[in-house]
């Protein structure tokens, strides 16, 4: 619960990089995903790794269309899909409803600000949304899901990180947005600009560092290109 007075938390309405709050971004977004991810291999590989069982609830985090929260509904009781964009929020309900999917609930709400229930839920995801908020409201945010989880329960990050073993960061930053552009074309290209430039995407260790500190026992760890890390955590 947000106080009148907290004035100096951290508002994570406000957006940072990519506005994902525009309608026409949203709908660009969707479209790319479609064009380079393939769904249905990755709801079962995290069904697998978070040992979804049908009596499980998710929460994810940051949701944005909608896809991994429509898949993995099939496979448990109850989703939450929270974002704090509205234009994410209603596009991610609206295919939810086109596909016969009836137990997401889908809320406008972020890592800060989610109704933060005491060690209630079974599993938590977010996939690609941690990277908006500064590291040490990501510290914040990783407590908060930490304190919301059951113990016993998996969290599963998955987030645009940095190596640290990179020792030419020009050329780095140079080849990964070249090889974005060739897949995805302009667009897509110059978000990825503004990801790295204007988000607050943290290095590897900062972000292993983080979830330890948070309480967390990260069971696994993977790095693949073009920077994303994907942990595996349990409470
Ligand atoms: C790159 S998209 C990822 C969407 C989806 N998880 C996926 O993998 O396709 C990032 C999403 O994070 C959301 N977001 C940004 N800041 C957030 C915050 N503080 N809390 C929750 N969601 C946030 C954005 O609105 C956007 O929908």
């Known amino acids: 619960m947000i106080m009148n007075d907290e004035k100096w938390l951290y508002n994570e309405m406000s957006h940072s990089g ?6 026409r971004e949203v709908q660009i977004y969707d479209s790319y995903m479609q064009k380079i991810r393939n769904i249905e291999p990755e709801v079962a590989k995290m069904k697998d790794a978070l040992i979804l069982g049908s009596d499980d ?5 940051g949701t944005g269309t909608g896809e991994m929260a429509i898949g993995l509904a099939c496979h448990c009781k109850q989703v939450l899909a929270i ?20 137990n997401i609930t889908f809320q406008q709400a972020g890592f800060l ?14 996939q690609f949304a941690l990277h908006h908020l500064p590291d040490f409201w990501k510290f914040i945010a990783l407590k908060r899901i930490y304190t919301a989880l059951k113990p016993g329960g998996i969290f599963c990050l998955q987030d645009a990180v940095l190596p640290v073993k990179v020792d030419d960061y020009k050329r780095y930053f140079t080849d990964v947005v070249k090889q974005i552009e060739i897949s995805g074309g302009e667009k897509v290209a110059r978000d990825t600009e503004k990801t790295i430039r204007d988000e607050y995407v943290t290095l590897d260790w900062i972000m292993e560092g983080l979830l330890e500190k948070a309480g967390f026992t990260i069971t696994s760890q993977e790095y693949g290109a073009p920077f994303i890390g994907t942990y595996l955590c349990t409470k």
């Open 18 to 23: 990519v506005d994902f709050s525009d309608s």
């Open 57 to 61: 609830s998710v929460l994810d985090i």
């Open 83 to 102: 974002d704090v964009s509205a234009a994410m929020i209603e596009y991610a309900e609206q295919k939810a409803e086109r596909r016969g999917c009836s």
């Open 113 to 126: 600000t989610f109704a933060q229930p005491q060690q209630s839920l079974d599993r938590v995801i977010s």
